[in-house]
């Protein structure tokens, strides 16, 4: 069930802050090694459904094997509230970190597993 609503979010300091056109129902959890070690629940969206009002050019990236997602995270707080990728048609995508948007009652939602650690 669609469910999208536009949401803000960001970091833990207020370093970056964006607002993002959500569908809850689709988030997911990923079982790779740093979605793991990070506990992140992300919701995957086409860039343009994000709009950041600060601190877009203030993280820094982490990248690791193949490097083709781009883990940012604030260099203050040390949050990762969102990745930046392509998806199989290589449009730019933004995964937004569920657990860093505003009011958030994550025990309510019901997130997909996703096998990133196969890929
Ligand atoms: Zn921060």
Known sequence: MADTKRLSGGCHCGAVRFEAAVDLSQAIVCNCSICMKRGAMWSFLPAAQVTFLKGENAVHDYQFAAKKLHHMF????????FSRGRGPDGQETI??????LDEIDVTALKPMPFDGKSL
Do not use: E, T
């Open 95 to 100: 995964a937004v970190n569920v657990r860093c």
């Open 74 to 81: 604030c260099p203050n707080c040390g949050v990762g509230s």
